[in-house]
């Protein structure tokens, strides 16, 4: 089985003293290729040093997360091109818009959300996209900015049911991450109804860790955890989704 992790951030500072090791773990589940999305300017050299490392295992893209769009970011952003068209990327992330925080920044991270989406389109890189409180207002940008084109992963999907299925209508991919094996998600029930073929895993590493690891760091080997869960719910083996899953990520960024 070869499984793959859409969305990590190995470079975090939580990794600091055991990245090594975690890596290692990551081979031993089966965990072959890791795709790692920016943060910000800071992140940058901490990105590149760790992917670095592993070129054949870490793949990073590079973005500027909605969290970080501020009063600074159109030089953030001006900063964050010139290092993408600069070196090798496998996509533009992680951009988005998250309305959970602070609605009070809409406009900029709108702003930064649909030049990043051009972007992508230009140099025909996929997206991964964060949505949190967010997600019906990022498809009518889509739709609004004639971002039709645009293609990726909605990372950590956590819409209802009509939203996942617009979605992939749209063309998109949903990324499954550890929340769909906690207790009262209503995930495997909108899951259900889309089926696996339009699904990518990711953990969101060190963030949102699958039971029974939740309140810990999360990292990239507990993605069997999450494609026994799917396994579960579509009543299929563990090495079908594995192999659904990861082709559905070649799809996506062309590996």
């Given at each position: 089985?070869?499984?793959?992790?859409?969305?990590?951030?190995?470079?975090?500072?939580?990794?600091?003293?055991?990245?090594?090791?975690?890596?290692?773990?990551?081979?031993?589940?089966?965990?072959?290729?890791?795709?790692?999305?920016?943060?910000?300017?800071?992140?940058?050299?901490?990105?590149?040093?760790?992917?670095?490392?592993?070129?054949?295992?870490?793949?990073?893209?590079?973005?500027?997360?909605?969290?970080?769009?501020?009063?600074?970011?159109?030089?953030?952003?001006?900063?964050?091109?010139?290092?993408?068209?600069?070196?090798?990327?496998?996509?533009?992330?992680?951009?988005?818009?998250?309305?959970?925080?602070?609605?009070?920044?809409?406009?900029?991270?709108?702003?930064?959300?649909?030049?990043?989406?051009?972007?992508?389109?230009?140099?025909?890189?996929?997206?991964?996209?964060?949505?949190?409180?967010?997600?019906?207002?990022?498809?009518?940008?889509?739709?609004?900015?004639?971002?039709?084109?645009?293609?990726?992963?909605?990372?950590?999907?956590?819409?209802?049911?009509?939203?996942?299925?617009?979605?992939?209508?749209?063309?998109?991919?949903?990324?499954?991450?550890?929340?769909?094996?906690?207790?009262?998600?209503?995930?495997?029930?909108?899951?259900?109804?889309?089926?696996?073929?339009?699904?990518?895993?990711?953990?969101?590493?060190?963030?949102?860790?699958?039971?029974?690891?939740?309140?810990?760091?999360?990292e990239s080997s507990y993605?069997?955890?999450?494609?026994?869960?799917?396994?579960?719910?579509?009543?299929?083996?563990?090495?079908?989704?594995?192999?659904?899953?990861t082709n559905n990520s070649?799809?996506?960024?062309?590996?």
């Amino acid at each position: 089985m070869i499984f793959t992790d859409t969305h990590a951030h190995v470079y975090a500072d939580e990794f600091a003293n055991d990245s090594e090791l975690c890596f290692s773990r990551c081979l031993e589940n089966h965990v072959s290729h890791v795709f790692v999305p920016n943060i910000d300017v800071q992140s940058i050299a901490a990105l590149k040093k760790t992917c670095s490392a592993h070129p054949m295992n870490y793949f990073p893209m590079m973005g500027l997360h909605p969290c970080s769009v501020d009063e600074n970011y159109i030089g953030q952003l001006e900063l964050i091109y010139e290092e993408l068209i600069s070196d090798t990327y496998y996509g533009v992330g992680e951009i988005g818009m998250d309305l959970y925080w602070d609605k009070s920044t809409f406009e900029i991270q709108k702003n930064a959300f649909v030049e990043q989406a051009q972007w992508a389109i230009k140099l025909n890189l996929p997206v991964s996209i964060h949505s949190r409180e967010a997600t019906q207002p990022l498809i009518k940008l889509i739709k609004d900015e004639n971002l039709q084109k645009l293609r990726g992963v909605f990372h950590c999907f956590s819409g209802d049911e009509n939203e996942a299925h617009e979605l992939i209508k749209i063309g998109f991919y949903l990324g499954i991450g550890g929340s769909v094996t906690y207790k009262n998600s209503t995930l495997p029930l909108i899951l259900k109804t889309i089926g696996i073929d339009s699904l990518v895993l990711e953990t969101d590493a060190p963030y949102l860790p699958p039971t029974p690891y939740r309140g810990k760091r999360n990292e990239s080997s507990y993605i069997p955890l999450i494609a026994n869960k799917l396994a579960e719910i579509f009543e299929i083996d563990v090495a079908e989704v594995a192999e659904i899953t990861t082709n559905n990520s070649k799809k996506v960024f062309g590996l």
